[in-house]
C-alpha cells in the first residue's frame, strides 16, 4: 500500500510547459468566439469508458428505423473529428486498462496499467483539473461509477494502484490547489469510500461547506453555484435499464453545470462509465442502453454550446472493450430490435428469475418479445442454476437472437474516436494520441492567467509489497 505523508507543495509547471510545447494547438486552431481569454471560455471532457468504434455503429443500428431504406445517422456521427491511439506506458505494452488511459487523458504522461495520476516512476503529475483550478475556474465531475473509480481518479488524485479507492477518496479531500479543493462538484457513486469508519470523508465536506445529495431528486433542490457532493449508491449507480432516472448521465450533467456556471469559466469531466462494464460483461443490453444514456447526455451538450458558443465538448474513449462484433459465427446478420423493449438489464432477470414462479414467462415479459415453448423451457431450467450461470444464459440468448460477437472480456487496443464541437473543436481534427487531448486542453486554459502555483498533495510515492491488487476483470469487472 502507499504511504502517505505530507508533502510539499507539488508544482508541475515544467511539466506544463512541456505539455504545451508538445501540442500542436496553434492561434488558428481556436474558435473565433470572442471571450476574454482568446479560448473556450468552459471546457467538457466526455469520456465513454470502453467504446470502440463497434459501440457507435452499433448504436446508430439499435436506434435505426427499419421501415426505412436507409440507416439515420445519430448524433455521434456529424461530430466525429478523428481517432485517437490508446497504448499505455511501454512497460504495460500495446493494451490499456482505465487508470493509464485516463491518466494520459488527464495530465497528457503515458504511465503503467493501474496508474491514477501519477507517471512510470510513481510520481504525481498535474491534470487538466488541477490546471483549471489553479487558473481560477470551477471544475467537477458527473461519472455513473464510483467517483473514485479509474477515470474520475486520475483527474484529481495520485495513487499508485486504482484499487486503492479508500485511499483515492482520501485524495479528493487532501489534493488542493490555491488551498482549494480541485473539484466543486462531485456527483456519481461511492458513499462506501466517503463514509467510513476510519474516517468520514464525507463529513469532512459537509463541514467544508460542500451541499450534500443522496438522491437524484435532492440534487436539484441544491441552490445554484453550490459547492456539492452527490453520491446516490453505495459503490456504482444501477445499470441505466434498472435506475429510476433514465437519462441519468444527461440529468447528472445538466445538475452540475447548473452548479459550476460562471463569469470565470468551468471544467468538466463527464463520463459514461457503465459502457465499459457492459463490454466486460459481454452484455450486449445494457452496452446499447448505456450508448443511449450517452447519446441523450451529448444531445443536451450540443444544446448548451448552441446557446454558449464559447463552450468547447470533446467526447472520446479511453479504450475499447469486449472486442464488440456487429455479426457473428458467420452469419451476415444483427438484430438489434430484439433489444427495444427490456424491462430490467441481464443482471436483474438473472437475479430475479430464481424466485418466479413461472421463470420462462417471467423472462418473456421482461425481455419484452414472444418466445417458444422450448425458449420458455429453457429459462425454467436456467433458474434453478447460480446467479452467474443464469446471467450468462440470458446474455447468451440475446446474443443469439441479435447475432451478436465478442472477442474478450477485457480491453482491446484499437483506435478509438474523437468527437469534438464547440469553440476551439477543430483543433483535434486527425489521427493523434489520447495524450494530446490533455495536451491541447491545457493549452486552452494556459491562455488564463495564472493565480498562483502550488498544488498541494499529502502523498509520497512508495512500491506497493502487496502483488494481490490487480484489477482482474476476467473475475471482477467492475472492480470494485
Not at 294 to 320: C, F, G, M, Q, R
Request: proline letters at 3%.
Amino acid at each position: 500500500m502507499i504511504k502517505r505523508n505530507l508533502r510539499s507543495a507539488f508544482v508541475a509547471g515544467a511539466t506544463l510547459v512541456a505539455l504545451a510545447a508538445c501540442s500542436s494547438t496553434d492561434t488558428d486552431t481556436v474558435s473565433t468566439t470572442k471571450n476574454e481569454f482568446n479560448g473556450p471560455k468552459n471546457i467538457i471532457m466526455v469520456v465513454a469508458d470502453g467504446m470502440g468504434p463497434a459501440y457507435t455503429t452499433a448504436y446508430r443500428n439499435y436506434v435505426d428505423d427499419s421501415k426505412t431504406a436507409i440507416v439515420e445517422t445519430v448524433v455521434f456521427d456529424d461530430l466525429l473529428v478523428g481517432n485517437a491511439s490508446t497504448y499505455p506506458a511501454q512497460v504495460s505494452g500495446y493494451v490499456t486498462d482505465s487508470a493509464a488511459a485516463a491518466t494520459a487523458l488527464a495530465t497528457g504522461i503515458k504511465s503503467y496499467n493501474g496508474a491514477i495520476g501519477v507517471d512510470v516512476d510513481k510520481q504525481p503529475v498535474q491534470s487538466v483539473m488541477h490546471y483549471a483550478k489553479q487558473k481560477g475556474m470551477r471544475t467537477g465531475l458527473a461519472v455513473t461509477s464510483q467517483i473514485v473509480h479509474a477515470t474520475p481518479a486520475s483527474y484529481i488524485a495520485h495513487n499508485e494502484s486504482r484499487k486503492n479507492y479508500n485511499a483515492i477518496a482520501d485524495d479528493f479531500y487532501d489534493v488542493r490547489v490555491n488551498g482549494e479543493f480541485v473539484a466543486d462538484v462531485m456527483l456519481g457513486g461511492g458513499t462506501r469510500y466517503f463514509e467510513r469508519e476510519d474516517r468520514d470523508v464525507l463529513a469532512q465536506f459537509i463541514d467544508a461547506g460542500y451541499a450534500y445529495a443522496d438522491s437524484y431528486n435532492r440534487l436539484a433542490s441544491v441552490p445554484t453555484g453550490s459547492n456539492v457532493i452527490g453520491l446516490f449508491a453505495p459503490v456504482a449507480l444501477p445499470w441505466v435499464l434498472d435506475d429510476s432516472r433514465k437519462n441519468r448521465l444527461e440529468y447528472l450533467t445538466k445538475q452540475a453545470i447548473r452548479q459550476l456556471e460562471n463569469d470565470k469559466g468551468f471544467f468538466l469531466l463527464v463520463e459514461a462509465s457503465q459502457v465499459d462494464w457492459a463490454g466486460h460483461a459481454n452484455d450486449i443490453a445494457s452496452a446499447m442502453a448505456e450508448m443511449h444514456d450517452l447519446a441523450l447526455t451529448i444531445e443536451y451538450l450540443k444544446a448548451y454550446v448552441s446557446e454558449n458558443p464559447d463552450t468547447l465538448v470533446v467526447l472520446t474513449a479511453d479504450h475499447s472493450t469486449g472486442g464488440l462484433t456487429i455479426g457473428a459465427r458467420g452469419d451476415y446478420r444483427w438484430t438489434p430490435s430484439f433489444l427495444h423493449k427490456l424491462d430490467a438489464s441481464a443482471s436483474t432477470m438473472a437475479k430475479d428469475i430464481a424466485g418466479e414462479s413461472l421463470p420462462g414467462a417471467y423472462i418473456e415479459k421482461t425481455l419484452g418479445f414472444a418466445l417458444t415453448d422450448e425458449e420458455k423451457k429453457h429459462f425454467d431450467d436456467v433458474a434453478k442454476q447460480e446467479e452467474s450461470e443464469r446471467y450468462t444464459a440470458i446474455k447468451s440468448f440475446l446474443d443469439d437472437k441479435t447475432n451478436t460477437g465478442w472477442t474478450s472480456t477485457g480491453h482491446t487496443g484499437v483506435d478509438v474516436e474523437v468527437f469534438a464541437f464547440g469553440a476551439g473543436y477543430n483543433a483535434f481534427m486527425g489521427q493523434i494520441d489520447n495524450t494530446d487531448i490533455a495536451k491541447k486542453i491545457f493549452s486552452f486554459i494556459d491562455k488564463r492567467p495564472v493565480l498562483s502555483s502550488g498544488i498541494q498533495t499529502n502523498i509520497e510515492m512508495t512500491p506497493s509489497d502487496d502483488k494481490s491488487d490487480t484489477c482482474n476483470f476476467k473475475e471482477d469487472w467492475r472492480c470494485q
